[in-house]
């Protein structure tokens, strides 16, 4: 059976190529130059390539929904070999400035959210890609594959700048080895080249994962998807939360080799009624005394059947600047792409939905 060549690291692919610098070569064709065919990599003999493709495939997913907001955000929806699906999300984080005679002053910048699941088995009562359960991990190679086909549908060099951010579909800490592999070959100069310090892993905080990834030094970020202050109210928002509490999850935080320059994230999301009183401001500092953190305030988005309420603009607000002059930085993040559903999983459940009607 034939195997996605985006399973491998580079050091992997030198083992299974006659020549070392071949792998090299490979690498090149595929995540700086985005070929689908084997038969383009003109460096290359024709036996070796030929050997390729009888052993490997270079894509496994197509995109079947693309949806572009009116901030620049575009959602994907990507159709996998088995016919399941998953959303990708490129967030253009600042525009393009031009002069008066065409030359860029200054460049976009792209973050490419990624799903590392088909599903998710943590069950947030939030969140739409719970409501359809869990159907299986992804492999390094959709993974990584979901950078590759943005990259190439929208054009981009392959050494612009980009922001990686596990926190599409799926909990990445529940898909460690497949997560580890594609933050390696993300990060090879010889490829994608996206450096590991450009990599922020998202976990709803499986506190002894946590722990496996620092063990590992590989140099990633991680943020914390924290959204209560207290047990009963995360408990309730994050079912998981009774397998590794809130306390935990800080603990495990603290042994978390980051980087001291910068700041460890943490999102919160507001739900109207349920977390975002001037009370549980107060806790936040509590809770986060002795880490160098970040808070992210992001606004609940009703979808329809939801049972939260987006917070009002005012009490967001009030809680920002309470943080704030406590001295624990908080942003309220801007709501992306609100116009295309951009909260987790809600492209593929609209997908879902019409293909089921139809
Ligand atoms: S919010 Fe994230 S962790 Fe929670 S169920 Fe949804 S995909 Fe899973």
């Known amino acids: 059976m034939k195997k996605h060549i985006m ?20 690498y090149g064709w595929i995540y700086q130059k985005y070929i689908t065919d084997f038969q383009e990599m003109s460096n290359i003999s024709k036996e070796l390539r030929q050997e390729l493709s009888e052993k490997y495939y270079i894509s496994s997913m197509e995109i079947i929904n693309r949806q572009v907001a ?45 799903s590392t699941q088909v599903g998710c088995k943590v069950g947030c009562s939030f969140c739409l890609t719970a409501k ?18 943005i990259k190439r549908d929208i054009n981009l060099e392959h050494n612009r700048k980009t922001n990686i951010v596990y926190m599409g579909m799926g909990e990445p800490l529940d898909n460690l080895d497949n997560l580890v592999q594609a933050i390696k070959i993300i990060a090879n100069q010889n490829g994608l080249s996206i450096s590991p310090k450009r990599q922020t ?18 140099g990633v970020n991680i943020a914390i998807s924290l959204h209560a202050v207290d047990d009963e109210v995360r408990n309730e928002l994050i079912p998981m939360n009774r397998a590794f509490n809130i306390q935990s999850i800080i603990e495990a935080i603290k042994r978390y ?47 329809p059947g939801s049972i939260y309420e987006r917070p009002n603009e005012e009490d967001m607000e009030k809680f920002a600047s309470y943080l704030n002059s406590k001295g ?31």
């Open 70 to 114: 009116s901030d620049g955000t575009i959602k994907y929806l990507f159709r996998l070999q088995d016919g399941r699906s998953v959303e990708t999300v490129l967030i253009k984080m600042r525009d393009e400035k031009i002069d008066k005679n065409g030359d860029i002053l200054q460049q976009a910048r792209w973050t490419i959210c990624l």
């Open 328 to 358: 624990l930085l908080a942003t309220i993040r801007a709501s992306r792409g609100m116009d295309i559903s951009a909260a987790c999983g809600q492209l593929r459940e609209q997908h879902v939905r019409i293909s089921q009607s139809s």
């Open 132 to 149: 359809g359960g869990f159907v299986r991990d992804l492999t390094a190679g959709e993974i990584v594959e979901q950078v590759v086909a």
């Open 7 to 26: 399973d491998f690291t580079l050091e992997e692919l030198e083992n299974l190529v006659p020549k070392k610098f071949q792998a090299k070569q490979i």
């Open 257 to 303: 080799p980051y980087d001291t320059r910068k700041r460890v994230m943490f999102e919160y999301l507001m739900i109207k009624g349920v977390n975002d009183s001037l009370k549980d401001a107060k806790k936040l500092i509590k809770l986060l005394q002795g880490i160098k953190a970040k808070i992210n305030l992001i606004y609940f988005n009703p979808y």
């Open 201 to 218: 892993v998202s976990t709803s905080g499986i506190a002894p994962k946590i722990d496996k990834l620092g063990i590992l030094g590989l």
